[in-house]
């Protein structure tokens, strides 16, 4: 009795094992009779009936789509009849002997299963499955603003056409690892994380269906600089031509001799200027350093030179206003201290800003190496802003050597008319005062 309890359980363990293959035949028997053809908008198809109908006494042709349901042609041999339902009136031809279905004129609301049924036997039906699509427009690639290090997407659209399929390729070849893209519909976008200089390239997008494919490049250009650097670049560079036209301004005094140095309203003016233009070059310095901080984050480096141009700020901002409305107070300013700082923070802060400002230019430069775009071009700012700060400049040196060539033309007339009365002067010994003339 024991002997054969196994036996038993080996025959039990069979037939449910056979029990659920059942199932799974008849729905692998199903799948197989699911026929699926795909046309194209506009063209014709012919259904063709079940292969083993031998004699047809009555056929039905329905439309099956989810829910939906409706008949398109009922064929009874006995009484000849052939009807044909709306929305395929016109547009269907059913032929009696194999029970095959002409459909003309197709329309993506075509597509869906169509079912024929023969003699009213399940076992004579067939399904076919029908796709009706339109060719795929070519995609539309574009891409967003791609920075280095940051996040971008590259984004493909097909505007017509049902996609079944959408591929990406780089320079001909597939997608490097980690590049994925995200499918919804019709569009396609690839993520981008981190990008770097190797991501640039030519891009490819290949949308297909079932009938038709298109295919649409994209040269993708990564740029090494954020639209906030370029500003920084920018401002550096007007900070370092302000610098460079004040400095020039507090040497070229310097440099000369006692004899001819800039004295009075003129030199009043000139250390206005150049007070001026240091502080503008500082303020702009400071703002170039700001926004280097927001993009790159805080830095030693930048924030020790930031507090130093904030004095340099106050400072040259004081002894510009005070030379242009009050010089009586700088030259009654009797403080070493005070005097020596009003001396040596113009100069300073020239040095600063070049200094902080040629900084920010280096590591711009660097940053710019990790895209593939040219570089920004600042020449034309560069030589305007130099030719617009150097005019009031030129004007002080050339008012200055105007006036100093009509000194020197009075002075030597003014020796000549004394030469001449003294030698008046000797050829007449009875005159004891002589009058002079200058």
Known sequence: MQLHRPIELLGTSWMLLAGLLVPLQQAAEAEGALQRRVVVVGSSVLLA???????IHSARWEYLNGSVSRAVVQYDEGSHYVAIHPPYVGRALFHPPNGSLLLEDLQE???????VTINLAERESLKVLLDVL???????LWSSGLVAKATGEVLCEVVEGRVDTITWKKDGQALPRGRGFHVSGSLSILHLRAVKKSDCGSYSCNASNGISWQETSLNVTVAGLSPPLKDVLRIAVVAVVFAAVSGWGLVFPVCQSEKLRIRGELWRWLSAYTCGLVCVSSILAGTAGLLWMREEGPSIAVILPEIVLVYVIVVTFLVATNVTFQPTKLIQLKSTTAQRTMGYTAPGGVL???????FHIKN????HEDGCTAFVDVTALAVSTAAVSALPLLAIFLCYHTTQGWQNERDSSCAEKERSSRSFEMSLPNIKDPVPTC
Not at 49 to 55: I, L, N
Not at 352 to 358: D, I, K, P, Q, R
Request: charged fraction near 20%; hydrophobic fraction near 30%; aromatic fraction near 4%.
């Open 364 to 367: 711009i430069h660097h940053r």
């Open 134 to 140: 339109k060719p795929v427009s070519r995609p539309q």
């Open 49 to 55: 009936g079940p292969a083993d109908a031998v004699h």
């Open 109 to 115: 609301s075509d597509s869906g299963i169509y079912k």
């Open 352 to 358: 600063l800003v070049v200094l902080t400002s040629s």
